[in-house]
Nanobody
């Protein structure tokens, strides 16, 4: 089972960019479906972007055209490039990993990294 550690959050002005990283331990990273979720105070945790083991991606409508999810399987790392940031993008961002096994899904969460967008 992988363990996930996010980094790259911080304070940015509206219109700016940030790149989040998620370092994964373990030897089976490439087999996992990976994703980024975010949660603002008082709100539910929502999917921002996902990337399957084969490389296909999906995005929340609110971030399409601004965010790009990618993965480097050789370095066991997931990325989220966030451009044209808006105040409403401010949230705690969480890295997520899922592997479907015969015993059922294995799901892992990172501890989160905070993104603050100043207007």
């Amino acid at each position: 089972q992988v363990q996930l550690v996010e980094s790259g959050g911080g304070l940015v002005q509206a219109g700016g960019s940030l790149r989040l990283s998620c370092a994964a331990s373990g030897r089976t990273f490439s087999s996992y479906t990976m994703g980024w979720f975010r949660q603002a105070p008082g709100k539910q945790r929502d999917l921002v972007a996902g990337i399957h083991s084969g490389g296909s991606t999906n995005y929340a409508d609110s971030v399409k055209g601004r965010f790009v999810i990618s993965r480097d399987n050789a370095k066991n790392t997931l990325f989220l490039q966030m451009n044209s940031l808006k105040p409403e993008d401010a949230a705690a961002y969480y890295c997520y990993a899922r592997l479907d096994t015969l015993e059922g899904p294995v799901e892992v969460w990172g501890q989160g990294t905070q993104v603050t967008v100043a207007s």
